[in-house]
Structures are given as structure tokens and as C-alpha cells.
Nanobody, 127 residues
Framework: QLQLAESGGGLVQPGGSLRLSCVAS????????IAWFRQAPGKEREEVSC????????TSADSVKGRFSVSRDNAEKTVYLQMNSLIPGDTAVYYC????????????????????WGQGTQVTVSS
């Protein structure tokens, strides 16, 4: 069974850091682009960052540029989201998702292109 599982969320003070992990099971990540999405209560889902299958291309939302970075280790079937300088506006449930479109070479894709989704991990930024 193909699954993604996020971990690493929690409660952090403003200005703090967290690293989220997304681990795949049941399939290899070699041909999938992986994106991180987040959804806060009452708000629409937002794509935060994306990384292509070979890690050579990444994208980030304007709201997190310079603070968040995405990386991957295909051998470990894991994708990371390093979040620094966190602000209360980053509070949300964070999801990772995998897309096989164009063998994972592209990141600028609609959410419907992502076939596999994790269950999410809660990130709360509060003093």
C-alpha cells in the first residue's frame, strides 16, 4: 500500500524552528515531485513548497520564502521541510503530497495532480 506519513510538528514559540519529515512507504520517491501544503482553520489549503524528483528544482510560496526550505533523500524515501523564523501565521496542519506528473520533474502543478497525501501534522506557533 502506498502511503506518506508526516512527522515533526508541534508547538513552538515565534522565531523558533521545526523540521518536518515526510516518509514514503510502499513505493519509491524517485519519480515523484513532493509538495508540502498547509491548511489553517477557516482558510484554503496553500502549497508551501515543492521539490522535483531529483531535487534539482524547488519552489516556495512568497509567504515562506527565505524562512522555509525543502530537501529530500530518495534513498531514505524522505522529504524534509525546514521551517525557521516561524510566525503565528504559520500555524496550520501541514501535509505532504506526491505527484508522478512528468516523472516528477515539475512542481508547478495543481493540487489535483498530487495522487498521494499524508494524514498531516499540526504546527502551532504561539507564545
Amino acid at each position: 500500500q502506498l502511503q506518506l506519513a508526516e512527522s515533526g510538528g508541534g508547538l513552538v514559540q515565534p522565531g523558533g524552528s521545526l523540521r518536518l519529515s515526510c516518509v514514503a512507504s510502499g513505493f519509491t520517491l524517485d519519480y515523484f515531485a513532493i509538495a508540502w501544503f498547509r491548511q489553517a482553520p477557516g482558510k484554503e489549503r496553500e502549497e508551501v513548497s515543492c521539490i522535483s524528483a531529483d531535487g534539482g528544482s524547488t519552489t516556495s510560496a512568497d509567504s515562506v520564502k527565505g524562512r522555509f526550505s525543502v530537501s529530500r533523500d530518495n534513498a531514505e524515501k524522505t522529504v524534509y521541510l525546514q521551517m525557521n523564523s516561524l510566525i503565528p501565521g504559520d500555524t496550520a496542519v501541514y501535509y505532504c503530497a506526491a505527484s508522478p506528473v512528468d516523472l516528477g520533474r515539475r512542481c508547478r502543478l495543481p493540487p489535483s495532480s498530487f495522487d498521494y497525501w499524508g494524514q498531516g501534522t499540526q504546527v502551532t506557533v504561539s507564545s
